[in-house]
């Protein structure tokens, strides 16, 4: 299983970008998936989630700004983000559960495939 981020970048505050995570030997098709975020010095939180085709989540923080989707045919995740804030900026990693699986929690430990990440960063 391999997931590959990309569209990440600079923006100036306000600004939107569109990030997308492939996953390559792995069907997202009613999975348990996730975007998360770390900043230099800060633990890795969860941004957005999606259980099941079901149920997504996401943190307060960034509710009403970003959007998770997907397309089932060819694999890839989206984390779009509007609006975005100077605190935004991180690394963001797009992180799958075993396809047996699906624990809905915040913490990071769950997830056992994860993406290298791809930066984002947001100037004011």
């Known amino acids: 299983v391999q997931l590959v981020e990309s569209g990440g970048g600079s923006v100036q505050a306000g600004g939107s970008l569109r990030l997308s995570c492939v996953a390559f030997g792995y069907s997202t098709r009613n999975r348990c998936m996730a975007w998360f975020r770390q900043a230099p010095g800060n633990e890795r939180e969860l941004v957005a989630s999606?259980?099941?085709?079901?149920?997504?989540a996401y943190a307060e923080s960034v509710k009403g700004r970003f959007s998770f989707s997907k397309d089932d045919g060819s694999n890839t995740l989206f984390l779009q983000m509007n609006n975005l804030k100077p605190e935004d900026t991180a690394m963001y990693y797009c992180a799958a559960q075993a396809p047996d699986q699906c624990l809905r929690l915040a913490s990071p430990d769950p997830y056992k495939y994860w993406g290298q990440g791809t930066q984002v960063t947001v100037s004011s």
């Open positions: 999606w259980y099941w085709d079901t149920t997504m």
